[in-house]
């Protein structure tokens, strides 16, 4: 996705207008509303795509081993139980040092740390084609998750010091189109590399597979301290006037937030509603992730390389779904109704997918509808916790939230694998039970807190003739 692409999906309608008169340099300027629209698509256009191609190789490497699995458990004698803890152990590493590395990257900047963050995990990506039996496996695979802690949770603290609550749906939106786009490119590329290095200088497709991702993920962490920017004070492509009206909003936003510390994050109850909530979104998540390929393979599909093709269909339709579904919901009111939808939809398409796993055409379709559920519900949950958390605890709550949420990164490849060995290969019993959980997380959804307590909005500064159709 370039430049272009981000600011066609920033039009001027979905953003909220500042019509009140500031003072950014000293003297009066008047602050309307397509000067606001301008100004957010060029912030958007400065951070966006580097951030999302930054994201697109992380997940890349996160979910290869779906390809991987193909070749690696007969070169390994491994059976699914195993796949699924490799898969799912690499969410222990990243939940033990979550927290830790997101208050890190707040403390000494997003452009260092997320360069560290890219940096380690590359490293560990490739180190993955050394495998040679489920211990390395597991051991790897921790050490991934370790690598990567930090990452996701840190971006999503380094866009609300960007974006307002009000747009910041569609910006996460755009953002996390990288995590379709991802299987887009990563689906057709992992069948490619597996069908055609197979074998090439003695190593075994899924081999190379992790090689390749590795250094490409290495290249991206090496740029990242030179296009990456820490603050908007920091940045020389900004006036001084621009910066003053960002700052004027983002400190209105502030005002509206509950001010949080680090400690008090930890027995918050909101926080852990949130986080509860998200563990029920991510087993959605790491099930369409860990299980597509191999429920297309179960439909009749044979070739590795027409798996990959096939695995990039629902990832490219749902990356247009859930940039539309995020405007809408920043359009409106009712986030948590839009979160409580498309956890239905995605448990209603991942199960036909399985029951319809003998005709081709039908069980894609059935994955084509729980991709547009699953991948919409990620940017419009996380424009809730960033609009109604803030304070020093904001990083330490967004990575709680994060870390308790893909504990479901390792308990939902576990479940399905230990299932389908327990009933002889078939998934439905452990896609069963992620779509009684995105039911679940559809009912809790619409528990949420859908404002900041009164007294805490009556605190925000009343700045005359402002106003915004899209508060949470």
Request: proline share 4%; charged share 10%.
């Amino acid at each position: 996705m370039n430049i272009r692409s981000f600011e066609r999906y920033m039009p001027d309608s979905a953003a909220p207008s500042i019509t009140a008169s500031v003072s950014p340099a000293g003297g009066d300027a008047a602050w309307n509303p397509h000067r606001n629209s301008a100004l957010y698509r060029k912030v958007a256009c400065r951070i966006l795509p580097f951030l999302f191609l930054a994201f697109v190789v992380a997940y890349i490497d996160r979910v290869n081993v779906s390809f991987a699995k193909l070749q690696m458990l007969s070169d390994l004698r491994l059976g699914e139980s195993a796949y699924g803890a490799g898969a799912g152990i690499f969410f222990l590493g990243y939940f033990i040092f979550e927290v830790p590395s997101n208050l890190i990257l707040n403390r000494v900047g997003a452009r260092r740390w997320i360069a560290r963050i890219m940096i380690t995990w590359a490293i560990v990506s490739s180190l993955t084609m050394f495998v040679n039996g489920a211990t390395s496996f597991y051991v790897l695979r921790f050490l991934l998750g370790v690598a990567e802690a930090g990452f996701f949770p840190g971006v999503i603290l380094y866009l609300s010091n960007w974006f307002s609550s009000a747009r910041r749906a569609q910006i996460i939106a755009l953002f996390m189109t990288a995590i379709p786009l991802s299987g887009v490119i990563g689906g057709p590329m992992s069948g490619w590399v597996m069908a055609h290095l197979n074998g090439v200088r003695g190593l075994a497709g899924w081999q190379w597979l992790f090689l390749l991702e590795g250094l490409a993920s290495l290249g991206v962490g090496v740029a990242a301290p030179f296009l990456l920017y820490d603050r908007i004070e920091s940045v020389r492509w900004l006036s001084s006037d621009e910066k003053a009206c960002l700052a004027v909003e983002l400190a209105r936003d502030a005002a509206t937030r509950v001010d949080c510390s680090v400690r008090r994050a930890f027995v918050n109850g909101r926080v852990w509603l949130l986080g509860l909530l998200y563990f029920c979104i991510a087993m959605g998540n790491y099930g369409l992730a860990f299980w597509v390929p191999t429920i297309i393979k179960a439909s009749g599909v044979a070739n590795v390389g027409s798996i990959g093709w096939l695995a990039a269909v629902p990832s490219l339709i749902s990356a247009v779904a859930m940039v539309v579904i995020a405007r809408h919901a920043d359009r409106r009111d009712k986030r948590h109704r839009y979160v409580a939808v498309c956890c239905a939809l995605g448990a209603l398409g991942l199960l036909s997918s399985v029951w319809f796993a003998s005709n081709t055409a039908v069980a894609l379709l059935a994955l084509v509808i729980a991709a547009i559920g699953i991948n919409s519900i990620a940017p419009v949950f996380w424009s809730i916790p960033t609009a109604l958390i803030g304070g020093a605890g904001a990083a330490a709550a967004i990575a709680l939230i994060n870390c308790t949420g893909n504990l479901a990164g390792f308990v939902s490849p576990f479940i399905v694998g230990w299932l389908a060995d327990l009933s002889g290969g078939k998934l439905l019993p452990g896609i069963t039970v992620i779509a009684v959980a995105l039911l679940l997380g559809a009912g809790l959804s619409l528990l949420l807190p859908l404002r900041p307590p009164a007294s805490v909005r009556s605190s925000a500064p009343a700045t005359s003739n402002m106003t915004s159709t899209n508060t949470i």
